[in-house]
């Protein structure tokens, strides 16, 4: 069932076979601890000789690595295998309602379905129903490309975000009685997960006329002063991902014989988990910078003449620790100013005459143009200040803490601003990203 008018399609979901572990079937975001190959150690250890969409996705932590082709190829063969053996079963028609506790929420609920690529544009300007939140790197999507342009089967940790104050989408359908699809505990702290079959045709028309409520022009030009196109869906989690999947059903577009026939291909969508940005449970934490192989007293210099050329000077004010810091980054009114840690040493980072809106802005500026004149230094994007602090205090380190954007004007920022700098914000720490588990055919 095809809803164009939100840009939605009712899928038929894959979900594993009745018998299966399911907390060894699910796994984290392929993109969480990116410089923690020990997690991804662990992982393969408790998931040996099961059925796990670990066998099904690259982390990034091996990006690099030098079997990277052979990987992608095997990825494939699991796939087909646990399409042909019976691992996976395709349920009929209908969403997914999911609710998931973490350490840190009780409860952060949200809906599987597919959306339109056919209504995403993640390039600047993108007046589209479904758009980007933050800037789309396009040097990021061959490898991912390379992972799903084979694939018959996509698993997503791309979460969507949608502007709901009255709860009117999502919410509602725990008050049905649904038939619980599974209920477990994740692996490595991950918390618990709890999903339900939402198939009757009842509550997807309820879903639908929900969303169609909140696309309405009317009710969308009252609601934020605007006379743009409608922003229904902004991007989450997976940005990249979902990038992916545009760029992949672009070029089937390109390709096809028949422009007319390929627009019904399974690949015009994408499988995502729906969720309310009005959540109690969703989180918005800021994602911090470190960065690696750097001559930390050549690095500040490089700051301070940057940031002096622009006129917009740099004062780096030294701390005896991180608390401090980020006190001292407080207190300096109508400056950008950011707490830092250069090979263990902790300070503060003030920018005077900011040319940007946002703190990450005014740092990514400089980051990017010191990278591009400094191949052997490398970036992460890090959750958690205790990870920054750990990495950062290392010889040749350099971390950045960034403070959090508030989610309740993330729509509003898109709309007026468009997308963001990227990780700008991540929604919750990484323990809390999405894991893997539900599974669609795209072929």
């Known amino acids: 069932m095809k809803c164009d008018s939100v840009g939605l399609l009712v899928p038929n979901i894959l979900l594993p076979k009745p018998e299966t572990d399911m907390s060894r079937w699910a796994v984290i975001a392929c993109d969480q601890y990116t410089s923690d190959r020990d997690y991804w150690a662990r992982l393969e250890q408790q998931t040996a000789d099961r059925i796990s969409t670990l066998n099904l996705i690259f982390p990034e932590v091996n990006l690099e690595d030098d079997d990277a082709e052979e990987r992608i190829a095997q990825i494939n063969r699991s796939m087909a295998q646990y399409l042909e053996d019976g691992s996976l079963v ?3 028609p209908g969403f997914v309602l999911v609710d998931r506790k973490t350490e840190v929420v009780e409860s952060r609920k ?22 980007a939140t933050e800037g789309t790197i396009l040097d990021r999507l061959p490898p991912r490309i390379r992972v799903r342009e084979n694939a018959p089967i996509e698993l997503p940790h791309i979460m969507v975000l949608i502007d709901d104050p009255q709860k009117t989408v999502i919410e509602p359908l725990f008050e049905e009685q649904l038939e619980t699809l599974y209920d477990f505990d994740l692996l490595e702290n991950g918390g618990h997960l709890s999903g339900y079959r939402v198939a009757d045709q009842r509550l997807i028309d ?10 309405d022009p009317v009710a969308y030009r009252q609601k934020y002063h605007s006379s743009d196109a409608v922003m229904l869906y902004a991007m989450g989690d997976g940005n990249h991902s ?23 291909h ?11 940005v009005h959540d109690p449970g969703l989180e918005f934490e800021a994602i ?14 490089q700051m301070e003449q940057f940031f002096a050329q622009r006129d917009t000077p740099l004062t780096f004010i030294p701390c005896s620790s991180l608390a401090e810091a980020e006190r001292r980054a407080k207190e300096q009114a109508g400056a950008h100013a950011f707490a830092c840690v250069l090979a263990g040493r902790f ?8 040319e940007f809106t946002l703190e990450v802005a005014t740092l990514q500026e400089f980051l990017d143009d010191y990278l591009g004149a400094q191949p052997e230094a490398r970036i992460d994007y890090i959750h958690g200040d205790d990870t920054v602090t750990a990495l950062g205090s290392k010889a040749n380190n350099a971390g950045f803490y960034l403070p959090a954007i508030s989610k309740h004007d993330l729509f509003r920022t898109i709309i007026f601003d468009g997308a963001l700098p990227r990780k700008t914000f991540s929604m ?3 323990d809390e990203k999405r894991f893997y588990l539900e599974c669609r055919k795209i072929r």
């Open 242 to 264: 979902f990038a992916t999947a545009k760029a992949i059903w672009e070029k089937l577009k390109a390709e096809a014989d028949d422009p007319a026939a390929i627009m019904d």
């Open 206 to 215: 309820q879903v639908v006329a929900a969303l169609e409520k909140l696309a």
């Open 110 to 131: 949200g809906l599987i379905l597919a959306l339109d690529l056919e209504q995403y544009d993640y390039n600047k300007g993108a007046q589209s129903l479904i758009r």
């Open 347 to 354: 300070g503060v980072c003030k920018i005077d005459r900011p």
């Open 266 to 276: 399974p690949a015009r969508y994408a499988l995502v988990e729906l969720v309310n």
């Open 428 to 430: 919750g720490e990484a």
């Open 90 to 92: 395709e349920q009929k």
């Open 288 to 301: 911090h910078r470190v960065l690696f192989n750097l001559n930390t007293g050549h690095f500040l210099e």
